[in-house]
């Protein structure tokens, strides 16, 4: 009977909750003479509870700004080999018709997906022929009806260059470490020098088509130059063989050579083939949206009784901090029986998540004092924070515990110890040089950091905890009638207040948190990704660079905030009010060139704001 009363008692606060917005109907059902029926089409909330003219300025992947005629140009050079394919080349041995050739050219990037190139061919064709009349290059073979045929030549031709992976994916901006591998369809006519001929058959020149695909990979992220791999076909009029010009309607009209080169491509100027600004459009979206309320029935008797009881309007606030270049972004399912989560990794995760999958391997190398960098690893499942945790001997979670870190020395003693005690190595991320000892994000793998230093984390305030709401309270923007609470304290509201992060959860907010998702309405969150302004990079438009870089952070932090929320079920019903905040104005400077200080790591956030309705007991 009390579960039934609850039921409707949440149903009687929508009703009271909304009653000062709209004029009550009321319609009384024979079938329902008991009850009285109530329904509203739409609930109006204050202006002020939402962002009316929201301002997104989205990057448009597909359409860039046009270069200069003189920028975006290339040379090349590649090497390998073909088989001549003619009317007679099954006559003799396949290997008698591989030749070696060469090719060397230079183009031109018009737009990220579309280049044109011109390229010079240098090769011979070896293979075979019926006929006995005289060509240069051509020779009999005892006991055979065929001869052997050899001819050189060179090839100028002119070709479209299509990139497919940006086709399809799209333009990944300057200096980005997305598209290192890239796949490209290239076709394109030119015209063929027969070097030789005694003019008794044929032409010394005829036209010639090619099409190639093409797979390039690039080194870094400016992607000046790549290794490129090509499977080629070059057709000809069906002359090399002596064919042409005889009297053979079964003849083959074309003659192939079908080649495989490998070679590589050096693009010119500052920024190499990823030089181009991308569209920008501005789109002001009204985010005022209304709120559905289902038909409600309810006794005349309760609803006098609810009605009385005031209804109170409040926020909830709290800040979700992340370690330097980590938004959780790629975090998706690595194990198949479980995945590593962001908010996990934030609330319990350690250090970097991954282990080395051959710990003989590792304890040679430690031995032997030699880099670990190239051994092989793999990712370690998060655990769910609201239990305890097997290894508990080192500090978990980000921002939890003041003064720990969450990165571990790779020296011979502590990397033995964790193994003894936790039963694997654990594993830093290496990308070269760059050796990050917590986790960060995929696409910010190759980014360089002022100091060595700065790729450990030995600082701690205990931000994510509710006993760092005294440093977030002094530092941070909060409303003077907002309730703040901690990352820990909401963490514990949606799953348990147990095990480990009930360490760093109060017992009467985490209570207060639950009182509001079980009992309240909520009608809006707000949800606010923040980066900071540290970027290191000094390349070619450098401030762009670094702005896309950290927006990109900010906005997938907040994504990654919301995807939480909305996967508990106190809060699915709400997914349609869940606002992000523009993030164009999410990014806050920070002179200091630590990204371990106070500053960076207060910046480095996420900022959530529930609005919510709730009856007063």
Known sequence: MKGFQRKWRRLVLVLVGVMAALPMQAQIDDKYKDYREVY????????????????????????VVTNSFGKNWF????????????????????????????????????????????????????????YKTGHYGYEDVAGKDYRLMKTTWWDLGASAMLNLTRMYYGYEGYGSREHMNQWMLNGGIGGVHHMGYNHAYGSDNELSGHVELQYSRFFTPEKRVSLDIKARA??????????????????????????????????????????????????????????????????????????????RNGTLTFFVFYPNNYSGRNDAPQISTSSVNAIDYLAGGIFTQKQYADADKVAARILAGQSLNGLTTIDLPTERADRDFAVNYVPRGYEMLEGTPISLSLDYDTMNEFREKSGYYYAPIFDGMNVWKYRIDDATLGQHLLSSANYQETNSYGLNAHAGLGTVTRFMEVGEDDELVSFADVYAALNANEGYVSQFTDEAAVAHVRKILNKGIVVLIQVEGLATSQDNYSGADANRVGTERNAALAENRANTVISWLTGHKELKDVKSQIYLVNNQDGIRTVNDPSTRGLNAKLNRCVKVRIRYMIQED
């Open 234 to 311: 070059l057709v000809y009029q069906t002359n090399f063989d002596l064919e042409y010009g005889q009297v053979d309607a079964a003849a083959h009209k074309f003659d192939t050579n079908l080649g495989l080169h490998v070679g590589f491509t050096f693009y010119l100027g500052k920024k190499g083939t990823t030089g181009w600004n991308r569209v920008m459009t501005t789109v002001y979206r009204d985010t005022y949206r209304e709120r559905e309320i289902k038909v409600m029935k309810v006794k005349e008797e309760e609803a006098l009784i609810e009605r009385e009881k005031p209804i």
């Open 40 to 63: 509203r089409d739409t609930v109006t909330m204050d202006p002020l509870d939402y962002v009316l003219l929201q301002k997104d300025t989205l990057v448009d992947p597909y359409r």
């Open 75 to 130: 040379v090349f050079g590649t090497g390998g080999a073909h088989t001549f394919r003619g009317d007679y080349s099954s006559l003799g041995p396949f290997k008698g018709t591989i030749s070696p050739d060469w090719s060397i050219g230079f183009g031109k990037w018009f737009m990220p997906w579309l280049a044109l190139k011109v390229e010079f061919l240098q090769s011979n064709s070896r293979g075979y022929t019926a």
